[in-house]
């Protein structure tokens, strides 16, 4: 197999409703899509990735148009030059750039698509899936107002979530979460994230949460910061889960090492991809580390990878994988649907998706830009 070309899309996908975390709200996701060619003997097929790197730095180092830049420039070039190509080398191959593991990640994912469709396989057969639906979580943002979150919460559970994320950061954190467990009772599957916010300075505010029965706490403390979610995790009795201090399986294994996380959440676009994802996936299981999938607020592409790989049999806790029309009115593939709680994994060839092309002009900014 070999790639042939790869053409970048750039899309502005506008929010039913503003996202407020930590960080930053956001009213519309910035989208980088990756459609890649390979070439298998004398037929051609064509596999699309989606890169979860955010407009700016603020999740993460890695932002939309340096992701762009390093593919146009050092990723893509390096593969197409490769010669033989396939989904499992891609890593291997690009391990010589230093990080960027958003940006691999989607060139990893577009090409594992083409290649599964030339296999005419799913992700879900490919990986080794369990189950045919996966419950589904949903991720609340940080609200004005105590009752606005309720009305908000409301709403996804008359919908059917399974479980319920708040985002929080200091000055809202206590008490939006009392008032959310004292409205809807004991038997809510509630977390929170807060996105690095805190310091361990913090860890005595932060034991308050442990009245609220939650399943965890997300990402307390900073990227770097391992050893000091080690000590917190002493202080606190609400588990620590890890999202963004997890980008790849060796610090995955430190953190279990160092006590450092008894949840890990999984985002194969912050680990380098699918496969990456995968093996902290068996890390976690091996050592009895529970893990459930994150989100970027992918298009119906990375939803619907994301639901086949929260199939695998360690992903004992509620994703962030909810319906399409959580953050989009109109997604850029058939819409990715919660019924009851549940998201079904994709059956059909590589991620089982396909994008509308209308709506791939309908959101695009910028001009396509193809590198062969
Ligand atoms: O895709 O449902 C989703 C979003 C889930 O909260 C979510 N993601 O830190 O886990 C996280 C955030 C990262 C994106 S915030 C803009
Ligand atoms: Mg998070």
């Known amino acids: 197999m070999r790639l042939t070309s790869v053409t970048m899309h750039q899309l502005e996908m506008p929010l039913v409703s503003p996202f407020t975390t930590s960080f930053s709200t956001q009213t519309v996701r910035h989208v980088l899509l990756l ?23 603020l999740y993460s180092s890695e932002y939309l148009s340096g992701a762009a830049h390093v593919l146009e420039t050092w990723l893509v070039p390096r593969l197409i030059a490769a010669g033989d190509v396939s989904a499992e080398m891609v890593a291997h191959l690009l391990e010589p750039i230093v990080g960027h593991r958003m940006a691999k990640a989607a060139l990893e994912m577009a090409i594992l698509d083409a290649q599964l469709r030339a296999d005419n396989r799913s992700f879900a057969s490919y990986l080794g899936a369990t189950r045919t639906h996966v419950p589904s979580g949903v991720s609340v943002g940080i ?6 979150l309720l009305r908000t919460v409301s709403g996804y559970l008359d919908e059917g979530y399974a479980r319920i994320k708040l985002k929080i950061k200091p000055g809202t954190d206590i008490e939006p979460v009392r008032a959310v467990r004292e409205e809807f009772g004991g038997d809510l599957l509630l977390q929170v994230d807060a996105n690095a916010a805190y310091t361990l300075a913090d860890a005595a505010h932060l034991k308050r949460l442990d009245d609220f029965d939650l399943l ?13 979610h080690a000590r917190l995790a002493e202080l606190l009795d609400t588990p620590v889960c890890l999202d963004e201090s997890i980008v790849s399986a060796a ?21 380098g991809g699918y496969l990456e994802a995968r093996r902290i996936h068996d890390i976690a299981r091996a050592n009895g580390i529970a893990v459930w999938c994150g989100g970027m607020l992918e298009t119906g592409i990375g939803r619907a990878a994301n639901a086949s790989l929260a199939a695998l049999p360690g992903f004992t806790l509620p994703g962030d994988i909810s319906g399409s029309d959580r953050f989009y009115a109109e997604d850029i593939t058939e819409p990715i649907v919660m019924t009851a709680g549940e998201v079904a994994v994709p059956t059909g060839p590589g991620f089982g998706v396909d994008v509308i092309p209308e709506r791939l002009e309908k959101f695009r900014v910028g001009d396509a830009a193809t590198v062969s």
């Open 35 to 57: 459609e890649a060619r390979l070439r298998v003997g004398v037929d051609e097929f064509t596999g699309w990735g989606e890169c979860v790197a955010m407009a700016e730095p």
């Open 251 to 271: 610090s995955a294994a430190d953190a279990i090492a160092l006590g450092a996380a008894s949840v890990i959440n999984i985002k194969p676009g912050r680990v």
């Open 216 to 228: 965890l706490i997300e990402q307390p403390l900073g990227e770097e910061d391992l050893r000091q």
């Open 143 to 148: 609200h004005d107002s105590v009752p606005a």
